[in-house]
């Protein structure tokens, strides 16, 4: 009788319903399971996880390998949600995340996109520590019975077309690589615990995920869908762009997980290649964690690139072999038992999968608690006045003023409190403002319109019902709306109906009716015009740039839930805008020199492509990367910078030629970065002045320029960012230390990592400063 109502308390416990009523999962808290090895804290976690495994029947474990694991009744071992989402703050988009009423919302960051613009290391690792708080919280309360979340989103943005822009950090593998470390570090580690000489036990806070691995980019263009996309890469573009971030997250972030995608890579759909899966990730970054497929890949791998004639026995196989641990779908779950009754699998390959993911939850205390400090989370902290205001700051540090004649921002009415005319679709924007994998409902919302309120009497004429902007019937309102005002702000752009996932743009022009909405306004208006945009994707915008009835324009990305206010700061002067962008803007024709799916980042001259990204489009622009006004105004020197770097080298260290054109081309031209120590450092330090009247934020980017006898390296590289506070007049020295490998590298045409002799450069911003520094190897 006892035993049997032990029995029942568990299977009740065990049950979804149970989590509303009880706080966190602990499993081996439970007594009938403290009582196994795999509960025993005094052994190592890998023996721990073994023993689990072990005990477990083909069944039971097969049952596991999906994201919904139901456990294992016949021992009381309870079921794990491996899905959660937290791409820029806790989301109910996964499976483990619920709201209730007295809380039914988690903070909504700015879309990554625009938090990027910030290029500011400790806000992007900020959010990600806010976010594992909100998310420990919620599993304190019983809400998300999840730990493993799966973000970022860290594939570089090779096409401005692509609908998923607004959830990574933009075009740059180094910007984006460190904007993974940063938000994987926020959101895992556990204060205290980041030395441990074993990385598989070393606790984890929340799981990480970098996703989606690897050359993706494209979704739903041109009749070409993610599903049957088939990427092809050379192992150059691999390496310098599309694998680097990943690299960095692993080696550096030490994420907890990796996503496979749904595209294939040189006729190789990503989860079925053991190549990129166990021997890159596990074997040369050493992973310390789980490796899962995207949602359903496993039955696209079939279904959509029909692999191989696989069935899906067969691609359960290949997956498996390759190196998923984890199917999110019901593929492993569903085929794994045929396929290894036909031999397809080893069982030991399937105790691999299930010993890398439960070592995860090991570490991060679902068996025994976590060793951080995070008992005392609660609903408080969801959705507290702490993470509002840091919501609101990452928009405001992201927020890039693009175009500001006459300085007619910040507006000043001197004191009187001045009437504005606001117009345009996203006026009284809400949804639009936190973009994709938000949650359903939010905390509130800071809308433009309230937010300007609370500086200005305003009037309202959105022009527009909608993004699209399909007819004009609402201007002549709009124009009327603005006769008399102070100022007009236009709030104009895109939204989730023009990109998303599964939906490319076409082109990069402004829907509809848009332009001519605004152009009808800047006729009509008698103050000042300010053009607020949101997007995540350039947009062309050249005619107004060009159009001096268009004085200031700010780019907003999609700013989050407390977006509204974060730009009525920036246009009232309150905060002094200091983003740039992490993407080039092209002109609208960019599009028609290339289609979507090549995945060339180098101009192809034969097809008359032209450059992907600053790196290697020279091309006309609307903006450029990194491109980004502020109210004050800074100079630059360079304090100090080397002027050699010297490599002694050792009779095996050979020199290896480059593709070069007739310029100087120095005799030993390169040496091959795997056959160096690499422990040369360049240390460069700038000064940085604000000579304007504003205190603010300013960026300094650091650019390395390629000795120029070298024929195909990038034009530049993005190898260092920080962004500093000024106040007016202060002067700055802001020191970067690169490594001389990792920061002056080329990866060659046949994929070697070289490092080139001759002369470099390390350029400030937009090439204000620079620096010559020679590199030369000697024997
Ligand atoms: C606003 O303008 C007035 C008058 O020109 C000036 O005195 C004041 O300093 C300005 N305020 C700001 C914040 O720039
Ligand atoms: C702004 O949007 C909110 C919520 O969608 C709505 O309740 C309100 O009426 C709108 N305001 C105006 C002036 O249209
Ligand atoms: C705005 O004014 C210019 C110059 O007067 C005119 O060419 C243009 O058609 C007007 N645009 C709109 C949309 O009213
Ligand atoms: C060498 O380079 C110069 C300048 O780039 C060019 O004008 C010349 O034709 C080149 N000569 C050869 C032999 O390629
Ligand atoms: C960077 O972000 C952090 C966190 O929000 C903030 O405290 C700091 O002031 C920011 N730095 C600059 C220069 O804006």
Redesign the pocket.
Known sequence: MASFQVLFALVFCHTLSCYGVQAETIVCEDISLSKFPFCDQTLPYNVRVKDLVDRMTLDEKIAQLGDSAPGVKRLGFPGYEWWSEALHGVSDAGRAVRFDSVTPSATSFPTVILTAAAFNESLWKSIGVAISNEARALHNVGLSSGLTFWAPNINVVRDPRWGRTMETPGEDPFVVGRYAVNYVRGMQDVEGFLDTSDPNSRPLKIGACCKHYTAYDVDHWNGVDKYHFDARVTERDMMETFMYPFEMCVKEGDAASLMSSYNSVNGIPTCADPMLLSQTIRGLWALHGYIVSDCESLKEMVIAHNYLNNTPADAVARALKAGIDLDCGSYYTSYAMEAVKKGKVKVVEIDKALKNLYLVLMRLGWFDGSPGNYAALGRSDVCSTQNLELAAEAARQGIVLLKNDHDILPLNFSGKRPTLAVVGPHGNATSAMVGNYAVKIVCRYSTPLNALGAYAIVKYAPGCSDVKCRDINGFAAAAEATKGTDATILFMGLDLSIEDEALDRLDLKLPGYQD?LI??IA?ASTGPLILVLFSAGGIDISNLKNNPKVPAIVWAGYPGAEGGRAIADVLFGYYNPGGRLPLTWYPADYVNHLPMTSMQLRPVPEMNYPGRTYKFYNGATVYPFGYGLSYTKITYTITSAPKLVLYQLGRFQLCKPIDSSNGTVPECQAIVVEDLECEEMVNIVIGVTNVGIRDGAHVVLLYSVPPSYIVGAPIKRLVGFQRVYLRSGESLQVEFNLNGCKSFSIVDADAYELLPAGEHSLVVGDGEVSAKISFMFSY
């Open positions: 001519t152009n009808s006729n």
